[in-house]
Every structure is written in C-alpha cells, then in structure tokens.
C-alpha cells in the first residue's frame, strides 16, 4: 500500500524564523496539497500544485511538487504567531478515484 | 455562512446508542466525504460519494454507515457506538473534475462514553 512520510511531526520557532516541512512516499501522485488546520477548524487549503517540478506561493508560504512525483514540501517565511497550527500533505492518488492521502501532520508552535 | 456544514458541533453520548452526523454544502459539488481525526493520525477515509447513488468505502468503513439523501446532504450514522469511536468527524466536498481540492466543514466532536 501506499506509504506517505510527512516530516517532522512538530516544530517549535521563534517568530520571524522561516519553516520547512516535507512529504515523502513511495508511490506517485498527480497532484499535491497543503492544508492548514487551526484548532477547533476543518483543514483549510493552502498550496495545489498539477504538475512535477511545480513552485508555488501563496504570500509567505512556497511548496514545489517534486520532479520524481513522489514529495512534496513547504516552505514558511518570517513566521508569524498565525502561523501556529497544523499542516498537511495531501496527495490525490490516481486512477480516477481520486482519493486524499493525509500526511500525518505537522504541529507548529511560534513563539512571539 | 459556511459553504460545508456539518451538526452537531459536539456530542457526548453513550456506548450503544446510535448517532447520527449530518452534512449539508452549498457549493453545488458532486462528490462529498466522511473522516476520522485522530491525534497523530491525520485524517482517514469512512465513506465517499461521488454522486447522489454512489457510496463507496473508505479505509475504516467497519462501525460506519452513509447516506446520500441528496446532491447536498451526506450523513454519517454510527450504528451502535463504542468508546473507540471517540474522535473528531470531519465531511468534505470537491467538484467533479479530476483532482480538485476537497473543501472541509468545521468538524464533529463525538465523545463516546
């Protein structure tokens, strides 16, 4: 079965630090998303990208679908305390179902 | 007003009983879905409908059941609930187009006792 590595599972920073986190798998994937989930919400979309290779931002927040299909990452810059929540992978598998795979998540606490 | 809508916002309940989740959406997609959040779990597939009588399992099915009643509306029922059920519920929408975004509503806190 498919296997998505997301990475790392929780971060703590200083504000205005910047922020990078990953997805890894073992099996290929036509598009990738990044969501956000702040407490007590439903995950919110942040990045879609369509195509390998693709550089994506959106304000202080870039992701890139990588070349070989199979990761993803997401970069924040000069975080601020908003930032604080938890993001996720979320590849669309193929074949026409077109089914999410949710990363695990990763917890981020900014410190003022 | 929120386009996925989902109620309750939070129920507390007892093993045994039967609990219904309901989902309404405004934003005219075709194809909606049920979660399950768990801590450090992420999110996982229940059920997913891709139109009015189309239901079709997801990885953690066994416990569940769906109903498509409309284009707009997807419900979840928990048969007869048990403590392990206990988790944060999520529906979500997306177009019928080929890999479009699923939009989330605000969750179901379900506390099973």
């Known amino acids: 079965g498919q296997q998505l590595n997301q990475s790392p599972q929780s971060m703590f920073i200083q504000e205005g630090e910047d922020v990078s986190m990953n997805c890894t798998s073992s099996?290929?994937?036509?598009?990738w998303l990044w969501y956000k989930q702040d407490p007590g919400e439903g995950p919110v979309l942040l990045i879609a990208?369509?195509?390998?290779?693709e550089l994506t931002s959106n304000g202080r927040l870039t992701a890139q679908f990588g070349i070989t299909r199979k990761d993803s990452f997401l970069n924040i810059s000069a975080s601020i305390p908003s930032d604080v929540g938890i993001y996720f992978c979320?590849?669309?598998?193929?074949?026409?179902?077109?089914?999410?795979?949710f990363g695990k998540g990763t917890k981020l606490t900014v410190n003022p | 007003d929120a386009d996925v809508t989902q109620t309750p916002r939070n129920r507390i309940t007892k093993t045994g009983k039967r609990i219904m989740l309901e989902c309404s959406q405004t934003?005219?997609?075709?194809?909606m879905y049920w979660y399950r959040q768990d801590p450090g779990l992420g999110l996982r597939l229940i059920y997913y409908?891709?139109?009015?009588?189309?239901?079709n399992k997801g990885e953690i099915s066994d416990g569940y059941s769906v109903s498509r009643q409309a284009q707009a509306k997807f419900s979840l029922s928990l048969e007869s609930a048990i403590p392990n059920q206990t988790a944060l519920y999520f529906c979500?929408?997306?177009?019928?187009?080929?890999?479009?975004?699923?939009?989330f509503g605000d969750g179901t806190r379900l506390s099973i006792l």
């Open positions: 934003k005219g997609h075709d194809r």
């Open positions: 979500a929408t997306s177009d019928f187009y080929g890999n479009q975004p699923q939009h």
């Open positions: 099996s290929i994937f036509n598009t």
């Open positions: 409908s891709f139109d009015v009588k189309d239901i």
């Open positions: 990208l369509y195509k390998a290779g």
């Open positions: 979320a590849p669309l598998t193929q074949g026409g179902s077109e089914k999410l795979v």
